[in-house]
């Protein structure tokens, strides 16, 4: 099998239940959710100790559920939709960042993106979840998508902000604050 095809050389491509453009919202949507899972992967990269044997675990784990995403956007016809992506993909982010926030210092301020190598990447993790979730958002605006994928995008970003902070807590690494910020954490409202 080659792995070129030439069948996008007109700038479309193929989705389930039909051709798009590539640079079609949906694309845009799924491509920015393959670029996530190319980050976690290298976050995958930089861990080396025992130490994180578990964060590795849940990463491996995470980039199966980021193609299971993918696929689920991928979808044209409503008819032909057998989604991968439910409600208990989100249950076990939460239990996961439960469990990692547990293990962090107490959080005041906003704090700057950074620490080790791997919470650095961690961070970039985040900001482009954000951006697959906005991209998936904008997607659903126009077609009917699978809010679940919406869900989970949204936590998994929460996700990938209480790991890049337990990356520098387990090797007593601090987060720098950003410096103009208020207290915004742990205010009651």
């Not at 798009?20 to 920015?32: F, L």
């Not at 016809?77 to 469990?99: H, P």
Request: with cysteine; glycine share 8%.
């Amino acid at each position: 099998m080659k792995l070129y095809t030439r069948t996008g050389d007109a700038g479309q491509t193929s989705v389930i239940g039909g051709r798009v453009d590539k640079d079609d919202v949906r694309i845009e949507a799924y491509g920015t959710i393959d670029e996530l899972n190319s980050f976690v992967g290298q976050a995958i990269g930089l861990i080396e100790s025992e130490q994180f044997a578990d964060l590795k675990d849940e990463l491996l784990q995470i980039q199966q559920e980021l193609f299971d995403c993918g696929s689920d956007l991928a979808y044209v016809k409503i008819e032909e939709r057998r989604f991968k992506v439910g409600a208990e993909l989100t249950s076990q982010l939460e239990k996961w960042i439960d469990r990692h926030q547990s293990g962090n210092p107490p959080l005041e301020k906003f704090i700057l993106p950074g620490g080790t190598p791997l919470a650095a990447v961690l961070h970039v993790c985040r900001t482009v979840c954000r951006r697959a979730e906005r991209r998936a958002v904008t997607l659903g605006r126009h077609q009917e998508v699978n809010s679940e994928v919406l869900i989970y995008l949204n936590r998994l970003s929460d996700y990938f902000f209480a790991v890049a902070r337990a990356a520098n807590a387990r090797i007593g690494l601090k987060d720098i604050e950003y410096v103009r910020s208020a207290k915004v954490f742990g205010r009651k409202s």
